[in-house]
């Protein structure tokens, strides 16, 4: 009887490829995988979005024999990815605006239809600017169409690429050069924030997923799994963003893991609006720890910090553990 | 086949007869009839796999068009005025991307206030956004020119606004010919994009440019639209022979424009769109006092023919340009363009606007601005029909008291106390 996997071998959840067997490998490590977004394009070290794009490109194109139309919107991706005569793209890819990637993709996936080209499917990415704030009504009426789109998210939680502004998906307290850690309430403010996973729920769409460039091969598991459903999906994937976040390029993948571990963000799978899967924290750490190694979180920390928002942040992600039920043995 | 038919019915029609793939709508009043329409006939296997798309927004109905179109299918979709303007960032994106779609501008006011009734001021604040806009003056030529839009459009991948007076001519009922699809078949080829999106082949399509070829792209654009002032006339002529008709309808010139007794005529009152009509009548009632009086009417607003303008206004001794849109602040749109048309020619030329937010503009009003063209007496710019007693007194109150209240609001009051 062989002894289940599981990815703990090392911290970064990274490696351990060498450990499985052919049909258990990642789309990445496999030699023909399609380098959908290749190397060459200008994200900053450690990008956390050009991680999560490529994965995400790549685990659609295996699961749909290359037949892939990417449609992007306005943010970083988009300009890193073509610094025009070079292009990064190695499928047929295209950016309209920065708040219409659901209804250009929607656009492509019935003429798609109307030509009776089933096998090409549609994939429309964007940052959480673009999919949280400008993009949303066009987005939830996506969903509720329920169009032939996968819509993936790559959130790092702010503007970056207007040189990091706040967002609907900016978490409190974070600094950005629109939410200065200064005055009385310095970084963005308690709201109630904009919770786009659940609220792709509400809408009843066949998938909805959170994903985190922590955790690749669930990432391309889930896409693939996205791929194989017919409809409206959304997968939102968690991508620091070292310019913005204030981090070490190198603690990109760490920073998203600890983001998991912490509480504050649940990694899970929803269908028809009902969570079927959720991922366990292994081992939990308190949000200190993910945010004091962040300089827009720096003004909590230290002498002259504010331990009253590092209790709020805490509750936050203990009301999020309780919620999705993060703790525990993974079932 | 000749039909007694709603004006948006026939475009409709029409437009179903050019085997839309994709067809996407957002409703807005004057255009509803004619989305409402196709929903129908795309759901009875009219339009053979045809995909009409309930949008959530008109921003969302050009982005759905764009993706539609690049993705190489032929693509049309329709709206106006406030979802004109609410679609304004998609529709330069279709223009600067050379996307053959085709739309029809159902025109009407734009807000505030808001009214839904006929002017042109939705389409005209568009001129400038890379589309071809071609104006009917009829609901046979509204009919016709989205045929010819369509093969307009492939031809030069660019796209094309089909504009036609809302309510006067989307709801008017009429004989029109609608087009019989195998005629249409016999104009209008297959769509053979310049560009799509495909996995045999992949392209990147709308990436960043930047001053090094910028400047190019737009030239090519102005390019593509100069090129249509040579097509436009050959497809005219093309349409003439499959359907025995002009597409640009009565008194058609090329495509281009429309010349009505212009040969001799020492007053030419040049307009866009359905008032034609009624010029038309006054230039008749004149010509039978001896007037000498004629009409164009523009029919390529975009591109705008500076060539044929000139050659058919450069002997007449009194233009009146009526508009039905303005330039807040300047004066007339279309006699902007006329006046460039006529550069070194010294001809008096007035500028009237008439008929905003659906005021009716009456043959009477009409005729009155040749007599008053002829006698000297019609200022450069003025507006037809202005009640000068109604903005007086609202003047008068604004001088009252600071806080005079809303504009808008003490006009009509104002209208209703007396
Ligand atoms: C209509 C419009 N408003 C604003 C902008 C400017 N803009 C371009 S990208 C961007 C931010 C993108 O943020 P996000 O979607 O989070 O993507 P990121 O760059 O962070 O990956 C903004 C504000 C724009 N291009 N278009
Ligand atoms: S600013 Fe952030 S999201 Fe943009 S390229 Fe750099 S690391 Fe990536
Ligand atoms: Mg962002």
């Known amino acids: 009887m062989s002894t289940p996997l599981k990815f703990y071998q090392v911290g970064s959840f990274a490696v351990g490829n060498r450990l499985l067997g052919d049909d258990q490998l990642s789309v990445q490590s496999r030699s023909d995988r399609t380098n959908s977004l290749t190397s060459g394009h200008r994200a900053c070290q450690g990008c956390g979005e050009a991680l999560g794009a490529r994965y995400v490109m790549d685990a659609a194109m295996a699961a749909t024999d290359g037949k892939v139309i990417a449609v992007n919107a306005t943010g970083c991706l988009e300009v890193f990815s073509t610094p025009y005569p070079e292009t990064s793209w190695r499928l047929p890819w295209m950016h309209s605006l920065f708040g219409n990637a659901a209804p250009v993709a929607t656009g492509v996936a019935f003429a798609l239809k109307a030509q009776g080209r089933s096998d090409i499917r549609v994939v429309a990415q964007g940052g959480d600017g673009g999919t949280v704030d400008i993009g949303f009504g066009p987005l939830s009426g996506m969903f509720e169409r329920n169009d032939d789109v996968l819509y993936v998210c790559y959130d790092n939680e702010a503007y970056m690429n207007t040189g990091v502004q706040r967002s609907g998906a900016t978490p409190p307290a974070a600094r950005t050069n629109t939410t200065h850690a200064v005055g009385a309430n310095p970084g963005a403010s308690f709201t109630q924030g904009k919770n786009l996973p659940k609220i792709a729920m509400a809408h009843g769409i066949p998938y909805v997923a959170t994903a985190s460039v922590s955790d690749l091969h669930d990432l391309e598991a889930k896409v693939t799994k996205a791929m194989s459903i017919r409809g409206a999906r959304y997968l939102h994937v968690l991508v620091p963003c070292p310019l913005g976040w204030g981090t070490r390029s190198e603690e990109t993948i760490k920073l998203a893991r600890l983001a998991t571990e912490s509480g504050l963000f649940p990694i899970y799978e929803a269908e028809y609006g009902t969570i079927t899967e959720r991922k366990k924290i292994r081992k939990q750490v308190p949000v200190d720890e993910y945010l004091q190694i962040q300089k827009r979180f720096a003004h909590l920390f230290g002498p002259k910090g504010n331990r009253e928002y590092l209790n709020a942040i805490q509750a936050i992600a203990d009301r999020n553990i309780a919620e999705f039920g993060l703790l525990g043995d993974a079932e | ?418």
Request: one cysteine or more; glycine letters at 8%.
């Open chain 2, 1 to 418: 086949m000749l039909q007694q038919i709603e004006g948006s019915k026939a475009v409709a029609e029409t437009v179903a007869a050019c085997m839309p793939d994709v067809v996407c709508a957002y409703p807005i009043s004057p255009q509803t009839h004619i989305v409402e329409a196709l929903d129908e006939l795309t759901r009875l296997g009219k339009i053979g796999n045809c995909q009409f798309i309930n949008v959530e927004s008109e921003f969302s109905a050009m982005s759905v068009a764009i993706g539609s179109s690049a993705t190489g299918a032929r693509t049309y979709t329709a709206t106006a005025s406030q979802g004109l303007l609410f679609m304004v960032e998609p529709v330069y994106n279709a223009s600067g991307l050379g996307l053959p779609i085709v739309m029809t501008v159902a025109n009407r006011a734009i807000g505030s206030p808001i009214n839904i009734w006929n002017d042109q001021s939705d389409s005209m604040s568009q001129r400038d956004s890379g589309w071809i806009q071609l104006y009917a003056q009829d609901n046979q030529s509204a009919a016709d020119l989205h045929i010819l839009a369509f093969r307009l459009a492939e031809e030069l991948s660019l796209p094309v606004m089909v504009c036609m007076d809302g309510f006067i001519l989307t709801h008017a009922m009429e004989e029109i010919d609608v087009a019989e699809p195998e005629l249409v078949q016999k104009f209008l080829p297959k769509f053979t994009p310049r560009q799509v999106l495909d996995p045999q082949d992949p392209v990147s399509i709308g990436a960043m440019v930047g001053p090094e070829a910028f400047t190019e792209v737009k030239y090519l654009g102005h390019f593509k639209q100069l090129k249509a002032l040579e097509i436009i006339p050959e497809l005219s002529q093309e349409f003439e022979k499959v359907f025995a008709r002009s597409a640009g309808g009565p008194d058609d010139y090329k495509g281009l424009v429309t010349k009505y007794h212009l040969e001799d005529a020492e007053v030419v009152l040049v307009a866009l769109g359905s008032v034609l009509g009624t010029i038309k009548d006054a230039v008749d009632e004149h010509r039978k006092n001896g007037v000498k009086a004629g009409a164009m009417g523009i029919t390529s607003f975009r591109p705008f023919p500076l060539d044929e303008v000139r050659k058919s206004l450069k002997h007449a001794q009194k233009i009146v340009v009526v508009e039905r849109a303005f330039a807040p602040g300047v004066g007339g749109i279309v006699s902007s363009n006329i006046r460039t048309a006529l550069s070194g020619i010294d001809i008096k030329m007035s500028t009237v606007v008439a008929g905003l937010g659906g005021r009716p503009i009456t043959l009477k009003s009409i005729s009155e601005l040749v007599d008053k063209a002829l006698y000297g007496s019609l200022p450069e710019f003025s507006f037809m029909d202005l009640d000068v007693e109604l903005v007086e007194r609202e003047l008068e109150r604004n001088l009252l008291t600071r806080r005079s209240g809303p504009m808008a609001e003490n006009l009509l009051k104002d209208l209703g106390s007396r």
